[in-house]
Protein backbone atom coordinates (compact mmCIF):
# COMPACT_ATOMS: atom_id res chain seq x y z
CA UNK A 1 0.00 0.00 0.00
CA UNK A 2 1.29 3.45 -0.26
CA UNK A 3 1.34 6.27 1.61
CA UNK A 4 -0.77 9.57 1.12
CA UNK A 5 2.66 11.24 1.48
CA UNK A 6 3.60 9.13 -1.23
CA UNK A 7 0.60 9.58 -3.57
CA UNK A 8 0.54 13.53 -2.58
CA UNK A 9 4.28 13.12 -3.58
CA UNK A 10 3.97 12.08 -6.84
CA UNK A 11 1.30 14.64 -7.27
CA UNK A 12 2.98 17.26 -6.80
CA UNK A 13 6.25 16.07 -8.59
CA UNK A 14 4.50 15.25 -12.06
CA UNK A 15 1.86 17.86 -11.89
CA UNK A 16 3.87 21.01 -10.32
CA UNK A 17 7.92 20.23 -10.19
CA UNK A 18 8.59 23.21 -12.30
CA UNK A 19 6.90 25.64 -10.11
CA UNK A 20 8.46 27.66 -7.39
CA UNK A 21 6.92 26.52 -3.61
CA UNK A 22 4.07 28.58 -3.80
CA UNK A 23 2.68 26.73 -7.28
CA UNK A 24 3.26 23.21 -5.68
CA UNK A 25 1.81 23.96 -2.10
CA UNK A 26 -1.20 25.08 -4.43
CA UNK A 27 -1.42 21.97 -6.26
CA UNK A 28 -1.22 20.21 -2.64
CA UNK A 29 -3.84 22.13 -1.29
CA UNK A 30 -6.04 21.23 -4.35
CA UNK A 31 -5.29 17.77 -3.39
CA UNK A 32 -6.48 18.00 0.37
CA UNK A 33 -9.56 20.47 -0.74
CA UNK A 34 -10.67 17.50 -2.36
CA UNK A 35 -10.60 14.89 0.19
CA UNK A 36 -12.37 17.52 2.67
CA UNK A 37 -15.03 17.96 -0.17
CA UNK A 38 -17.91 14.76 0.25
CA UNK A 39 -17.88 14.79 -3.88
CA UNK A 40 -14.42 13.47 -3.97
CA UNK A 41 -13.23 10.49 -2.51
CA UNK A 42 -11.95 11.27 0.91
CA UNK A 43 -8.13 9.78 0.97
CA UNK A 44 -5.26 11.83 -0.84
CA UNK A 45 -4.62 8.35 -2.46
CA UNK A 46 -7.96 7.41 -3.67
CA UNK A 47 -8.03 11.34 -5.03
CA UNK A 48 -4.79 11.26 -6.97
CA UNK A 49 -5.67 8.06 -8.83
CA UNK A 50 -9.72 8.99 -9.24
CA UNK A 51 -10.55 8.35 -13.01
CA UNK A 52 -12.46 5.86 -15.16
CA UNK A 53 -10.54 2.45 -15.39
CA UNK A 54 -11.19 -0.27 -18.14
CA UNK A 55 -13.66 -2.69 -16.53
CA UNK A 56 -11.54 -5.84 -17.38
CA UNK A 57 -8.19 -4.37 -15.05
CA UNK A 58 -9.28 -2.36 -12.59
CA UNK A 59 -5.43 -0.90 -11.60
CA UNK A 60 -5.79 0.21 -15.46
CA UNK A 61 -7.39 3.72 -16.19
CA UNK A 62 -8.51 4.66 -19.71
CA UNK A 63 -5.71 7.10 -20.78
CA UNK A 64 -6.46 10.50 -20.10
CA UNK A 65 -9.55 10.02 -18.49
CA UNK A 66 -8.45 10.90 -14.63
CA UNK A 67 -8.38 13.73 -12.54
CA UNK A 68 -4.98 14.32 -13.11
CA UNK A 69 -3.67 14.36 -16.39
CA UNK A 70 -0.01 12.44 -14.90
CA UNK A 71 -1.73 9.00 -13.50
CA UNK A 72 -3.48 8.12 -16.97
CA UNK A 73 -0.66 9.72 -19.34
CA UNK A 74 0.63 6.39 -20.38
CA UNK A 75 4.01 7.18 -19.42
CA UNK A 76 5.45 5.65 -16.16
CA UNK A 77 5.78 7.27 -12.70
CA UNK A 78 9.42 7.95 -12.65
CA UNK A 79 10.36 10.39 -11.07
CA UNK A 80 14.03 10.69 -12.19
CA UNK A 81 14.69 13.90 -10.94
CA UNK A 82 16.10 13.55 -7.38
CA UNK A 83 15.94 16.81 -6.19
CA UNK A 84 12.64 17.40 -7.20
CA UNK A 85 11.72 14.68 -5.40
CA UNK A 86 12.68 14.66 -2.31
CA UNK A 87 11.53 18.53 -2.39
CA UNK A 88 7.98 16.96 -3.16
CA UNK A 89 7.99 14.60 -0.38
CA UNK A 90 8.59 17.74 1.92
CA UNK A 91 6.04 19.23 0.58
CA UNK A 92 3.47 16.77 1.24
CA UNK A 93 4.77 16.30 4.30
CA UNK A 94 4.56 19.46 5.30
CA UNK A 95 1.30 19.70 3.85
CA UNK A 96 -0.37 16.47 5.50
CA UNK A 97 1.25 17.39 9.25
CA UNK A 98 0.32 20.98 9.07
CA UNK A 99 -1.55 24.33 8.21
CA UNK A 100 -0.82 26.37 5.68
CA UNK A 101 -3.14 29.15 4.26
CA UNK A 102 -4.81 28.01 1.29
CA UNK A 103 -3.78 30.17 -1.31
CA UNK A 104 -5.92 28.62 -3.97
CA UNK A 105 -8.86 30.12 -2.14
CA UNK A 106 -11.01 26.87 -1.84
CA UNK A 107 -10.22 25.92 -5.03
CA UNK A 108 -11.01 21.59 -6.11
CA UNK A 109 -9.78 22.31 -9.79
CA UNK A 110 -7.36 23.89 -11.89
CA UNK A 111 -5.08 23.56 -15.59
CA UNK A 112 -2.15 24.86 -17.00
CA UNK A 113 -2.39 28.48 -18.37
CA UNK A 114 -1.70 27.43 -22.00
CA UNK A 115 -5.20 24.89 -22.19
CA UNK A 116 -8.64 26.04 -21.62
CA UNK A 117 -10.58 22.64 -20.86
CA UNK A 118 -14.54 22.74 -21.11
CA UNK A 119 -15.25 22.57 -17.20
CA UNK A 120 -13.73 26.03 -17.22
CA UNK A 121 -16.34 28.09 -18.44
CA UNK A 122 -18.55 26.37 -16.67
CA UNK A 123 -20.72 28.68 -13.82
CA UNK A 124 -20.43 26.32 -11.67
CA UNK A 125 -16.49 26.71 -11.13
CA UNK A 126 -15.14 30.12 -10.14
CA UNK A 127 -11.62 31.13 -10.97
CA UNK A 128 -9.62 31.96 -7.51
CA UNK A 129 -6.50 32.59 -8.37
CA UNK A 130 -3.51 32.18 -10.75
CA UNK A 131 -0.36 30.84 -9.61
CA UNK A 132 2.82 31.02 -11.92
CA UNK A 133 1.43 28.78 -14.76
CA UNK A 134 -1.89 26.96 -13.12
CA UNK A 135 -5.32 29.06 -12.75
CA UNK A 136 -7.44 27.63 -10.21
CA UNK A 137 -11.25 27.07 -9.61
CA UNK A 138 -13.69 26.39 -6.92
CA UNK A 139 -16.42 24.16 -7.79
CA UNK A 140 -19.61 25.84 -6.08
CA UNK A 141 -22.25 23.78 -4.40
Known sequence: MISAIACLATAIYFEARGE?????????????????DERFPNSICDV???GEYYSWNKSMP???????????DGKPENMKDELAR????NVAEATIVSTFYDTTEGATH????????????????????????????????
Not at 23 to 32: E, N, R, S
Not at 86 to 89: E, S
Not at 112 to 141: C, G, L, M
Open 20 to 36: PMVGQVAVAQVIMNRVY
Open 110 to 141: YHADYVIPDWSTNANFTKTVQINAHIFYRWEN
Open 48 to 50: VTQ
Open 86 to 89: QWAY
Open 62 to 72: IKNRCQFSFWC
